[in-house]
């Protein structure tokens, strides 16, 4: 067992480090298709504050460490995330919050202006989805899976998957997790990040998040995905992407 599973861990990493798909260390080389030079941006699309540092937070942190620009797009601003507040005491705070965060991860933080739990796709919400992704010039997005239980990251996914498909050629589309099996559901990763040495820069930016319970953030399966990620990939803390597939696209080779 224990000769089998070293094994496994070599060809994992040894995979890894060629680019196939499983992601190793950081490069200025993010895409197959497209180098990515290092003034360009990162952009993650995320349903409420938390959702980004939840989901990619130490991919984020792993590549602003590395030189590239990271912007996060909040759909919402969380304005039905804290009982006992009106919207906008909650959206007043969870903003704050949001802000607090991405001075940890040092993203720049943009709130797109859609409300929590009342999201809608429709055209005008995608062109402007679309301009905010375009506006950052970005070679690679993050964003929800489509298949989740929360109906905002699914809006927060499908505008951006509408902006990819009108720019397919512009950058590289990745999906990440959140309370996997609760929230995402049939994810099987296509890529990995190594977070091991930005996992606990992403638990500062998820406990930014003082009013939504950061310690539940991580018992909703947070912090079993990291290690669970990490053991798929060889290594101590992962996470994991489910690339956009088509045939102008390459791979994350981080």
Same mark, same amino acid.
């Given at each position: 067992?224990?000769?089998? @599973?070293?094994?496994?861990?070599?060809?994992?990493?040894?995979?890894?480090?060629?680019?196939?798909?499983? !992601?190793?260390?950081?490069?200025?080389?993010?895409?197959?298709?497209?180098?990515?030079?290092?003034?360009?941006?990162?952009? $993650?699309?995320?349903? /409420?504050?938390?959702?980004?540092?939840?989901? $990619?937070?130490?991919?984020?942190?792993?590549?602003?460490?590395?030189?590239?620009?990271?912007?996060?797009?909040?759909?919402?601003?969380?304005?039905?995330? +804290?009982?006992?507040?009106?919207?906008?005491?909650?959206? #007043?705070?969870?903003?704050?919050?949001?802000?607090?965060? $991405?001075?940890?991860?040092?993203?720049? =933080?943009? @709130?797109?202006?859609? +409300?929590?739990?009342?999201? !809608?796709?429709?055209?005008? &919400?995608?062109?402007?989805?679309?301009?905010?992704?375009?506006?950052? %010039? =970005?070679?690679? !997005?993050?964003? /929800? &899976?489509?298949?989740?239980?929360?109906?905002?990251?699914?809006?927060?996914?499908?505008?951006? +998957?509408?902006?990819?498909?009108?720019?397919?050629?512009?950058?590289?589309?990745?999906?990440?997790? !959140?309370?996997?099996?609760?929230? #995402?559901?049939? @994810?099987?990763?296509?890529?990995?990040?190594?977070?091991?040495?930005?996992?606990?820069? %992403?638990?500062?930016?998820?406990? $930014?998040?003082?009013?939504?319970?950061?310690?539940?953030?991580?018992?909703?399966?947070?912090?079993?995905?990291?290690?669970?990620?990490?053991?798929?990939?060889?290594?101590?803390?992962?996470?994991? @992407?489910?690339?956009? #597939?088509?045939?102008?696209?390459?791979?994350?080779?981080?």
């Amino acid at each position: 067992m224990s000769s089998s @599973f070293n094994t496994r861990r070599k060809f994992m990493k040894n995979t890894g480090a060629l680019g196939l798909g499983l !992601v190793a260390l950081p490069s200025v080389v993010l895409d197959k298709r497209t180098p990515i030079d290092i003034n360009k941006k990162i952009v $993650c699309v995320g349903g /409420h504050p938390d959702d980004p540092e939840s989901g $990619c937070g130490g991919t984020l942190a792993k590549l602003r460490n590395a030189g590239h620009d990271v912007t996060i797009i909040y759909l919402t601003t969380g304005e039905a995330g +804290i009982p006992g507040k009106s919207h906008n005491e909650a959206a #007043s705070i969870r903003r704050q919050e949001a802000i607090n965060a $991405c001075k940890v991860l040092d993203a720049k =933080p943009v @709130f797109a202006g859609q +409300i929590d739990g009342d999201s !809608v796709c429709n055209n005008d &919400w995608v062109n402007k989805m679309q301009q905010l992704i375009m506006n950052e %010039k =970005p070679g690679i !997005v993050f964003t /929800h &899976w489509p298949l989740d239980a929360h109906k905002d990251h699914q809006v927060a996914s499908l505008l951006t +998957i509408q902006s990819w498909l009108r720019e397919p050629q512009q950058f590289s589309l990745y999906f990440f997790e !959140v309370c996997i099996g609760e929230q #995402s559901l049939i @994810f099987h990763p296509t890529d990995y990040v190594d977070i091991t040495d930005t996992q606990e820069q %992403k638990k500062k930016a998820v406990y $930014c998040h003082v009013s939504q319970d950061p310690p539940g953030i991580y018992e909703c399966g947070h912090a079993a995905m990291e290690d669970f990620r990490g053991r798929e990939l060889g290594v101590k803390a992962g996470e994991g @992407f489910i690339r956009m #597939s088509g045939k102008l696209q390459g791979g994350m080779g981080i």
